[in-house]
């Protein structure tokens, strides 16, 4: 590897200490439908996200609860002394790629056959705090 490279790499580890995030992959429910619940719950406090993810009908929203709470675990991890009300955090951003596909054939009538594609996501997301959203408010 490259010093350049290297170099690079090292600022985007440190960039990755500062900032609490979860990551889940290849979640089995198409990137589509995910994006409709990631909507949602983009910029809101956790509290708030939290209750709408648990009260939605959606599927994907149970994921959803599970990877902000990971999500909120980290942030804790990295920020141990602070309590999780006082530091108004919200979902800063929150990212829907699609993944892997799995490609089925399904019959169909005269002998014919048609391809089923079962679509997967991965999802990521971004913890923020008060702070931050005031200091981006303002410049």
Do not use: C
């Amino acid at each position: 590897m490259g010093s350049r490279k290297r170099l690079s790499n090292q600022t985007i580890k440190e960039a990755n200490k500062k900032i609490a995030f979860a990551k889940l992959n290849n979640v089995p429910t198409s990137p589509r439908k995910m994006r409709l619940v990631a909507d949602i719950i983009r910029g809101e406090e956790i509290q708030k996200a939290l209750g709408i993810l648990k009260y939605s009908k959606q599927h994907a929203s149970i994921s959803l609860e599970k990877l902000l709470l990971s999500a909120i675990a980290n942030w804790q991890v990295k920020n141990e002394g602070s309590d999780v009300e006082d530091a108004g955090l919200y979902v800063k951003t929150i990212t829907v790629d699609s993944a892997r596909q799995l490609k089925r054939i399904r019959t169909a009538p005269q002998g014919r056959a048609h391809r089923i594609r079962k679509r997967s996501n991965h999802v990521t997301i971004v913890l923020g705090t008060k702070e931050d959203k005031q200091k981006v408010e303002d410049q």
